[in-house]
């Protein structure tokens, strides 16, 4: 006999250390970088996450337009979340990347911004105007988020847009929530998906079998075939 | 350790995808009765296992697993973890459809190395422990191998490739260890209750020498 004492211990130690590291992360931790955001108001903020849970701290976001040309980029704080004002009302894909190969895309769509904001040089069909006919200054452009200004403040009241966005913007801050589990719950995996998988592997072993059956059974038919004369 | 879509260039995909399938037909042809239950429950386990997550500092990390397949299936894990990252790219979009050769290749050449360093020189006679410690180097070298692998078809496609080498080897420092003890353990119990699972030469046949054993 061969003394095997050591490594059946060292086995059941390592199921138990899986276990309890099971135990500990609790949830299915998913190998996949995901990103989320949304806008409130002309802000875009999100934050990237392994879906199961852990964020990378620290890595960069890239900021594209629609058609690939890069706006800016900025990175993740310490709870992996992020902000980008936005400058143009256009489709945004953000890029995350990290230095180990996996990457995440997002597009926040250009529906969500607010009207106000003007179209990106490239694709603009229509002058940087707002609705009412006013050109858009540049300080204005840099405004980020909309306020309703009190009464005091101003002669006017305040214009249709920036009721619009105001509106838009507590809304969208609204059902960030609910976006949010969605996306949780579109990135997990359930447990149909692993029994599927497993399901692939047992039909595709059934096919291997009947496969390497047929041939083995042409193989005897043709050394043992019929006697010829 | 899974690339995704969208990281690798075209001329890069081309040749991963190439080899990857060159290897595949390698294991097919290898693959007879006995072997296909074990191609099948060892790609159930590589299936699985990518889903048992340990966050470790800006990444997070699993068992790979190849280094065992290597063991239990020398050349035939290439279609067993063919057929594995397939169903994770689909299923748990994990890694990705373009990248799968790459990906097939960053586990599969472990594998096969892990199979001729160590995997034919276990014999029938082979003490427990010495067993025990063969699948220990070999499934740790293993995962040190598949970040070699991944690290230099990152670079093929023009990252540096020591920093992403770096990356991938530092978040997978503790799964070096792990793996080390999960291939240990599971080669030394098969090769006590079981020897003929392994994919190593037949309990009749003695086990080749090697000079630098």
């Known amino acids: 006999m061969h003394r095997v004492s050591t490594p059946p211990a ?4 390592t199921l138990l250390t899986a276990v309890c590291l099971l135990m500990q992360t609790n949830t299915a931790y998913a190998h996949k970088l995901g990103l989320f955001a949304t806008a409130e108001g002309a802000n875009i903020r999100g934050y990237a996450y392994f879906s199961g849970g852990a964020r ?3 890595v960069t976001i890239e900021i594209c337009g629609p058609a690939g040309q890069k706006l800016a980029q900025v990175k993740t ?5 992020f902000v980008f004002a936005a400058k143009h009302k256009c489709d945004h894909v953000l890029i995350v990347r990290t230095a180990d190969g996996h990457q995440g895309r997002f597009i ?3 529906d969500e911004l607010p009207d106000n904001l003007p179209v990106l040089p490239d694709t603009a069909e229509a002058p940087m105007t707002y609705p009412g006919g006013r050109q858009i200054a540049g300080a204005e452009r840099k405004r980020t988020i909309i306020e309703l200004p009190s009464g005091t403040d101003r002669h006017e009241p305040a214009t249709a847009t920036e009721i619009r966005n105001a509106v838009a913007e507590a809304v969208s801050k609204q059902i ?5 589990q969605l996306d949780k719950a579109q990135a997990q995996v359930r447990l149909h998906d692993i029994l599927g998988g497993i399901g692939y592997i047992v039909g595709i072993a059934g096919i291997a079998f009947y496969l390497l059956a047929v041939r083995k059974l042409r193989k005897d038919t043709r050394s043992s075939g019929p006697p010829t004369p | 350790m899974h690339i995704p879509d969208g990281i690798l260039s075209g001329p890069v995909i081309g040749a991963t995808c190439l080899l990857g399938a060159a290897g595949v037909l390698v294991g097919l042809r290898r693959l007879d009765f006995s072997k296909i239950p074990r191609a099948g429950i060892l790609a159930s386990a590589f299936f699985v296992a990518s889903l048992i997550h340990v966050p470790i500092g800006v990444s997070s990390t699993h068992l790979l697993l190849c280094g065992l397949m290597g063991f239990f299936l020398g050349w035939a894990a290439f279609p067993a973890l063919a057929v ?3 169903l994770q790219a689909i299923l748990f979009g994990f890694g990705g459809l373009t990248s799968l050769g790459a990906n097939v290749l960053a586990m599969g050449v472990p594998a096969v190395v892990c199979y001729y360093l160590f995997g034919v020189r276990l014999g029938p006679a082979m003490a427990g422990r010495t067993v025990f410690w063969l699948g220990f180097v070999g499934g740790a070298l293993s995962v040190v191998l598949a970040t070699v692998v991944a690290g230099i078809t990152l670079y093929a496609t023009g990252r540096e490739f020591l920093a992403a080498a770096g990356a991938i080897l530092v978040g997978h420092i503790p799964v070096v260890v792990i793996e080390g003890f999960v ?5 030394a119990f098969v090769h006590k209750v079981r020897p003929e699972l392994l994919a190593c030469p037949l309990p009749t046949s003695p086990p080749k020498e090697h000079p630098d054993a």
Not at chain 2, 183 to 187: E, F, H, I, N, R
């Open chain 1, 10 to 13: 060292a086995f059941c130690l």
């Open chain 1, 56 to 58: 990378p701290r620290n």
């Open chain 1, 77 to 81: 704080n310490e709870k992996g979340e």
């Open chain 1, 108 to 110: 926040v769509k250009a």
């Open chain 1, 176 to 180: 960030r929530p609910l976006r949010e």
């Open chain 2, 84 to 86: 594995a990252l397939l």
């Open chain 2, 183 to 187: 291939t240990g353990s599971a080669v």
